[in-house]
Structure formats: C-alpha cells, structure tokens
C-alpha cells in the first residue's frame, strides 16, 4: 500500500472509502491532521497516521474532539491545509469550535463518517446529519459548504475539491459520507500525485516578517455593529457560494416523471430503482446533489417542469425532503421514504414505494 503517493505508475486499485479520504487529503496538499479515533471513521486517522509523515506533514490524536477542533482553527490560521475528521456525535462535540472557524473565515476541511443516531446511537450507517451540516450545527448565522461522495472514487475527488473551496471562500468544508461508504473497499484511479499549488495567504498568522503588523484572527466582536458587518461579508460570501457552487448528478431524467431524489450510498441504491422501473414501463429518474449546500434548488424546479411526483429517499426520519418542496415550491407532490436507526434502504423498499405512488398518479 505504501506506493500511494505516487512512486510507482497506477492504474486502479483497492482501496477502502476512509482511506480514499486520507489519501485524497495528501494529494491536495494536507499536511497537518488532528482527530480523535471513533467508529466508523477509525480507519480514516489510521491510514494517516503513517502517511502524513512519509510526506512529511504531522498527524496528532488530540484528547477530545472538542481540542481537535480548536487545533484545526489554530493550523488553518497559520496558513497551512488542515482537515480533522469525526463520526456524528464527535462532530457535535466540534460545534462550537466550527462556528468560529467559520465567523474567523478560516478554510479547512471537516470530514464526517455518518452513524445511527440521536445520542450515542449505533456503529451502523445513517444520513441523519443532514441538517447539523447543512443548516448550521453550532450556534450563529454561518454556513458550511458541504460535499455528498457516492463511491470510494468520488470520495478521491472531492475531497481535493473541498480544499481548493475553502481555500477560495476561507470556510470550512464538510465532507459528508455514512459507514457504509467508509467501510466499502472499491476500485479506484490513482495516478501520479498531482503538483499541488496552494494560493497566497496573506492573511494568516504567519508573523511579521515582510510586514509592519502582524495579522489577528479573531471571531469575537464586542460590539453589536461590528459584528453586523461581519455577518453582512459573510452572508455576501454564502450567496456566492450558492450561485457558483451548485453541483449535481441527473441519471435518466429526459423524460423522467416520477423523480427520485437521494445522496450519497442512497443514490446508488435509488438509481438501482429507476432502472428496475424503467423495466416496468414506469418513466422514473434520479436527481442526485453532489454539494448539500448550496443545494442545487434549480435541478428540482427544472424537473418539475415535466415530473408529476417527486420521491425523496434518505437513511434518516425525513431531513432533505423538507429542501427538495422547498426547492419544488408546491408545483408538485413531494413524499418520502427513509429507514432510521442504521437501518439500510433496500431496492425492492424503495422500488414499492415508487409504484404506490405511481398507481396514486393515474
């Protein structure tokens, strides 16, 4: 395994979701990781803990998620590409420190490995964090940008994305998987490691040489007016983010008109479904988001133009259907179907769900 990096000439191979997360953190140019071990993303700290060294970068298990946080703000101030990674209660315990990464408009990248919940929960695979990360988990007007991978190579790819994102707004990134995607081992493409340039940062704590000041970070404002013009520059940043990061997937949606919509390993099984009832004569589709937010609003309102029905479907009680009407704004009929607890999804659920609507629609 340890020809990762590059040294030898690689086409495909195995590789297990959590480490295609380190992996593709290396790649782009991470070099400091701090984190705390917590299933299903243990294996995701292993693997770097004996590659950031080879590339010369530094990996530390902080005492809690709550230090790791803060050693993450104190990385990216410095300048540098940082990531930490967690499972959902590890996350909620990083709150705080991520509401001031993103008032102090730091960039990192934030990488969570989904398990069934509330509380401690469960081991097993969940999609129940969808409003902590898109909706802002931790207290404040901010936001996250958050990307959605569907396969072990997605995971590869877009995490290299979330870096040069934060990189290009100074806002920390989450990554969102489930234990499903984080366990799973599948082909992927390697390659060379890229050259990795990383932009100026003329802003980071970097002391003062060159300089006749030093620079100060800082996301405590006393005053109720300067913190107003803080929040204004930041919710002039997430409206950019909205009108230029939109990413989607349509798979068979020419004529679709019963439109599934679903993220993540759900995708993999929702597409699985059209096809099972596109078989049966049943013109169905899938819109998939890539970025959880921004949410791609305007794939749902174009498919409306032609869908009858839309099914949303998700490993948790309910949470982006409530995006998707309001993405579809009424013009049609929006329902659910999602198991909780770590329960899977299966193709024959979904599938029979699909067809009482269909039925419902004649």
Known sequence: MRFYGGKAPVNKILMKGNEAFGEGAIRAGCRFFFGYPITPQSELPHYLAWRLPEVGGLYLQAESEIAAINMVYGAAAAGVRVMTSSSSPGISLMMEGI??????????????????????????????????????????????????????????????????LADKYRNPVMVVGDGILGQMMEAVELGPAPEVKLPPKPWATTGTAGRKTRNIINSLYIEPE?????????????????????????YRMEDAELVLAAFGMVARIAKAVVDRLRAEGIPAGLVRPITLYPFPDGAFERAAGKARAFLTVEMNAGQMVEDVRLAVCGRRPVYFYGRTGGMLTTVAEVAARAREIWEGLK
């Open 99 to 164: 509401s001031y990464i993103a008032c102090a408009e730091l960039p990192c990248v934030i990488v969570n490995i989904m398990r069934g919940g509330p509380g401690l929960g469960n081991i097993a695979p969940s999609q129940a964090d969808y409003f902590q990360a898109v909706k802002g988990g931790g207290h404040g007007d901010y936001r996250l940008l958050v990307l959605a991978p569907a396969s072990v190579q997605e995971v590869l790819d877009l995490v290299g994305l979330a870096f040069d």
């Open 226 to 250: 300067e913190l107003e013009k803080v929040n204004l520059r930041l919710q002039a940043k997430y409206r950019q983010m909205a009108e230029e990061e939109k990413r989607w997937e349509d």
